[in-house]
């Protein structure tokens, strides 16, 4: 499972990336194609995103982490290039 988590997490920051990206480079310059791009980019980041929480809660005990590792782990789903972080760091 832990391998999973990986692969989620990589995946869940690289969609997270993608998501800031449209915003904040094909918005500007074409609105149309941003919102085109918006609803599937934003759907698999959300679906990628409960993923990770939800593999993070099962693997918390088999894992062994703390509350602080835990917490670690949570808030970097809501920063860019966070589950990079974790992935070398706790992974």
């Given at each position: 499972?832990?391998?999973?988590f990986?692969?989620?997490?990589?995946?869940?920051?690289?969609?997270?990336?993608?998501?800031?990206?449209n915003?904040?480079?094909?918005?500007?310059?074409?609105?149309?194609?941003?919102?085109?791009?918006?609803?599937?980019?934003?759907?698999?980041?959300?679906?990628?995103?409960?993923?990770?929480?939800?593999l993070a809660?099962l693997?918390?005990?088999?894992?062994?982490?703390?509350?602080?590792?835990?917490?670690?782990?949570?808030?970097?789903?809501?920063?860019?290039?966070?589950t990079?972080?974790?992935d070398?760091?706790?992974?």
């Amino acid at each position: 499972m832990l391998k999973i988590f990986k692969v989620t997490a990589i995946l869940e920051g690289i969609s997270y990336l993608v998501l800031f990206s449209n915003m904040l480079f094909i918005k500007p310059t074409n609105l149309v194609l941003y919102k085109t791009l918006l609803y599937p980019i934003g759907m698999s980041h959300g679906v990628l995103f409960i993923g990770y929480v939800l593999l993070a809660i099962l693997l918390k005990k088999a894992q062994k982490w703390d509350f602080k590792a835990f917490g670690i782990i949570l808030a970097a789903s809501l920063v860019p290039f966070g589950t990079f972080y974790i992935d070398k760091k706790y992974l």
